[in-house]
């Protein structure tokens, strides 16, 4: 009994000192850190260089060549414009052998929209989309040594294509269509087959 009296007033003095460290405020928290992690932006890159190996479709003589085009891509609207020039000679579908005759030379200038996306290779961000789009095309053809009754013709080409490639990366493409060919006889209906590659030509460049 007695040394519970004596610790009465030691722990009544404790008690404020105790009360009053608990009901101080608490040290303030250090803000918290901001990390500016900004990414650079980049321009498009517009210009590109596409190439493709070109054929027309059919019994009989038909077209086989190559192709190279320059091609300028759009911010808005159509996804491309581009012209191009081809170099085919005539191959006649019928024989196994020997079927080879004579050259053509082609001029082109076509539209593409935009790529309607149905898949995605990789991630989310930074993945390869594969769709499909559609490219109008208007070529004027003049030949030399042609098997066919005309040298000069225009044809009119109306192209769906399945395309692998999206944004500002390089585009691979099989492209197959009608193909309307326009000269001094009868208009000839042909179907057209490519298959084509696009890369850009120039470096991004970082906006500031």
Known sequence: MRWSFLLIPVVLGACPATLTAQSGSP????????????????????????????????????????????????????????????????????????????????????????????????EEDQGTAIGADLTLEVT???????????????????LPALSIGSGDSPRFGIVIGPTLFLGDGKPAARGLLAFRGEAPLARRERVP
């Open 140 to 158: 004027g053809y003049t030949s030399s040594g042609s098997p066919l009754s005309r040298t000069q013709w225009l044809a009119i080409s109306l």
């Open 27 to 122: 040290p303030a928290s250090p803000p918290p850190r901001t990390v500016s992690a900004t990414r650079p932006v980049y321009k498009p890159r517009p210009h590109a260089i596409g190439f493709g190996f070109v054929a027309t479709l059919g019994a009989n003589w038909q077209m086989e060549g190559f192709e190279v085009a320059y091609v300028r891509r759009m911010q808005r609207g159509l996804a491309a414009l581009s012209v191009s020039t081809r170099v085919a000679s005539f191959i006649n579908e019928s024989t196994m052998l020997g079927g080879s005759k004579g050259i053509a030379f082609g001029g082109t200038i076509g539209a593409r929209t935009r790529m309607k996306s149905f898949a995605q290779f990789g």
